[in-house]
């Protein structure tokens, strides 16, 4: 017998890998194997696009099962997306199959009946959404030791879109809920393509038990193929430029459409706002030139029914078939054999360059090839900052960061999440029917994301629920949950930690295009699905927009909301921007621009000072911090020096600069910034005495003092932007940290 594990696992595995005609196994699952059958360890699976992260986790997960079959579900598979679900469904349902193993999928648009015959028979392989698992352990709590009481699996796919976010705090919540109801050690396994801190993943993944993480790595070495162009749309103050605008835009439609048509191509898009312009204007293009329309739109706001049409045509359609898409096809679900990515403007972090690039080259030796096509305003009268192309430069940044470094963003864990401290409160209250306060707070507390809050700090926030109805007393002296609390978890949307707007489907007919959240009126025209439509009829009672195919002028209902980028990041784009070199992806056009932007910067200092003069008594705040140390900075300024030096306006251009007008000159107001900062010790110094904002979605039914101190510790970076601005201090003065440390000249 040898050494490789692939002897080891069941025959239906070794046959389902035959059938596939793999040579091997791959380097990832040799040693996913390994540590599953000679360890107890959790563990973490950070390995490259297409390297088989999945196959690794199941094969030997379900060899246990085969060789010992479960008396629940034996393995729970948690996705962030239900479309990347219904994709690994697909995916195992032909292995299962021969191994006799069933797998269900549980979400929204999953049918009763199928989450039915799961409730008799609990077996095998559940896939689910957190918020699809918050449903079942508060509404079905008595079911949960008869579905998970042999849980042998937990498997995370796509583990770093939870860590770092309000999600991920929820699905450790769960996982340990899990555990204590139905008496369960499951082995957590945790899938991702895009870390650079295994510490901080191993951590997260181990959160609230005693086991270790052993982590598998195999970056591999793929090939890319990387080209970044750039289109220059002219400000168009007359009739002249607004001709030259029209042929700019033309021109760079028409360079989409010739770069995409004929392949099998995705489109990324930084909003769902240029998703649907995209694709009207690409068929608009197809109509033009009387070509076949191969286009589809792909995002959150988009039918179930129509997104699976759109990844059906990507994987297995005959032709060509482009999608334009958001964060919807960012993460692992499997299109086939992609030719091309595109990704229109740049890419907020490098880790979302890492998951977008990973959509193509696949396939055997196939590269990894994504085209940058960066639209940007160019208007020579402009502020000085404005006429930098960011976008372009942003673009550079995460490519080296990436490439050259293999440096992604690390991820950061809400030290007082206090949000989702009301969501787990409340939804274990539901489940437990009555509780008393103790009883209450030894269950939440003990709970891995919860272990930095204090019981004297939830006992404010327990007295807070109560004086505002979210809980009452009963006369045994225990609680339930009030009248205000019932309206709000008896809510399907309790179910989810992320904030999300209350939507009305939109259909033609009988057929649901999408959903909306902006309701427009009768008559008024909007795109959806990439196409366009007029509203007819608005049924507010059911949520339903009645629409109409329509021609002519577009409008989107959906507001960009962007996305934050790392100090490191801006940092980099201000180092591509002093630099000389010439990045062989660039476009001719792309080189020009760049050279422009730094032949400018040189001659205007723009680089050599965080503050500039920019006429008359403004002046110009260019920090190179990343967007929560430049929120920090913003609120410095307008909370601690618009008075001291009278300050007429402090104007954010997130997250690169600020225009700042008033009395003070350039070199005060940087020294009184430096000043702030240092005697700072604390962000909440930032705050006025009764100022509490909001971080997440359920933080407005929190105690005003919690939510204060919560926004300083998760919401501010007070040491990061200190340390941000004497990198960008030194940058060019070397290490004089005279202005920095005493605060004046």
């Known amino acids: 017998m040898s050494d490789n594990p692939f002897y080891r696992l069941a025959p239906f595995v070794q046959e389902f890998i035959y059938k596939k005609r793999w040579e091997s196994l791959r380097p990832a699952q040799i040693e996913a194997c390994n540590i599953c059958f000679h360890t107890p360890h959790h563990m973490l699976i950070a390995a490259g696009t297409a390297s088989g992260k999945t196959e690794a986790a199941f094969f030997p997960a379900l060899t246990e099962l085969y060789d010992q079959p479960a008396k629940s579900v034996g393995i729970l598979y948690i996705g962030p997306l239900k479309a990347l679900i219904n994709d690994q469904f697909e995916r195992l349902k032909d292995l299962l199959s021969e191994g006799n193993i069933p797998v269900w999928h549980w979400h929204g648009d999953v049918p009763q009946a199928e989450k039915t015959k799961l409730m008799k028979h609990p077996s095998g392989v559940l896939q689910i959404t957190p918020e699809s698992l918050e449903g079942l352990l508060m509404n079905r709590p008595n079911a949960i030791p008869a579905l998970f009481h042999d849980l042998r699996y937990v498997i995370i796919d796509e583990v770093h879109a939870f860590m770092g976010a309000d999600r991920g705090i929820q699905v450790l919540s769960q996982l340990a809920r899990i555990e204590r109801m139905a008496g369960c050690v499951p082995r957590r396994v945790g899938l991702s393509a895009t870390l650079s801190d295994y510490d901080a993943a191993t951590a997260w993944l181990a959160a609230g038990t005693s086991q270790g993480v052993d982590v598998v790595s195999s970056p591999g070495g793929r090939k890319l193929r990387l080209r970044v162009e750039h289109f220059s749309f002219p400000d168009a103050q007359n009739e002249e430029q607004a001709e030259q605008l029209h042929h700019a835009r033309k021109a760079y439609y028409d360079f989409i459409y010739e770069s995409t048509h004929r392949k099998k191509a995705l489109i990324f898009t930084n909003s769902r706002t240029d998703a649907e312009v995209t694709i009207l204007e690409m068929r608009r293009v197809a109509a033009r030139r009387q070509e076949r329309d191969v286009f589809h739109v792909h995002h959150g706001s ?61 396939r055997d030796d196939m590269a990894s090839e994504m085209l940058f096509v960066c639209p940007e305003e160019e208007d020579e009268e402009a502020q000085l900052p404005a006429r930098m192309p960011w976008t372009l430069m942003r673009a550079i940044a995460v490519i080296e960061l990436y490439v050259k470094t293999k440096w992604v963003e690390p991820l950061e864990a809400r030290k007082m999440p206090i949000g989702v401290l009301y969501h787990q409160t409340m939804s274990m209250l539901k489940s437990m029917g009555e509780a008393e306060p103790r009883e209450l707070a030894d269950a939440i507390l003990t709970l891995a994301p919860f272990s930095e809050i204090t019981p004297d700090q939830y006992r404010v926030f327990l007295n807070y629920l109560i004086e505002t109805d979210h809980l009452q007393w009963t006369e045994e002296r225990t609680l339930i949950i009030g009248l205000t609390g019932e309206k709000i978890v008896n809510n399907y949307r309790f179910y989810a930690v992320f904030k999300d707007d209350e939507e009305h489907k939109v259909l033609n007919g009988s057929e649901e295009i999408g959903s909306i959240t902006t309701v427009p009126p009768p008559g008024y025209c909007f795109s959806l699905a990439g196409k366009l439509w007029k509203v007819e009829e608005v049924d507010h009672k059911h949520k339903a927009v009645y629409v109409k195919s329509a021609k002519g002028k577009v409008d989107t209902l959906w507001l960009g909301a962007g996305g934050d980028i790392h100090t490191a990041v801006v940092q980099k784009m201000r180092e591509v921007l002093s630099e000389s070199v010439i990045y062989p992806y660039l476009s001719p056009q792309a080189v020009n621009r760049l050279e422009r932007a730094r032949r400018l910067a040189r001659e205007s200092g723009l680089l050599k000072q965080i503050v500039i003069p920019a006429g008359g008594d403004s002046m110009y705040v260019l920090p190179w911090v990343g967007s929560k ?54 962000a909440s110094a930032l705050l006025a005495e009764d100022e509490a904002p909001y971080l997440g979605k359920y933080d407005e039914f929190v105690a005003p003092t919690l939510v204060r101190e919560a926004f300083s510790m998760d919401g501010l970076d007070l040491e990061g932007l200190k340390s941000g601005l004497q990198q960008t201090l030194e940058w060019e003065t070397g290490k004089d940290n005279t202005l920095y440390s005493n605060g004046k000249e």
């Open 629 to 682: 140390a430049f929120r920090t900075l913003e609120r410095l300024m307008k909370h601690n020096l618009s008075d001291k030096l009278a300050l007429r306006s402090v104007v954010p251009m997130e997250p690169y600069y600020f225009v700042v007008s008033g009395k003070a000159d350039e070199r005060t107001l940087l020294a009184e910034m430096m000043s702030e900062c240092r005697m700072a010790q604390h």
């Open 302 to 362: 988009i039918s179930a029914m129509l997104r699976e049409e759109t990844e059906a045509a990507l994987r297995t359609g005959s032709g060509p078939a482009v999608a334009a898409a958001t964060v919807t096809l960012e993460l692992g679900i499997d299109l086939g054999e992609l030719e091309r990515v595109v990704q229109l403007g740049a890419p907020y972090s490098a880790s979302s360059f890492v998951q977008r690039l990973g959509r193509s080259g696949r």
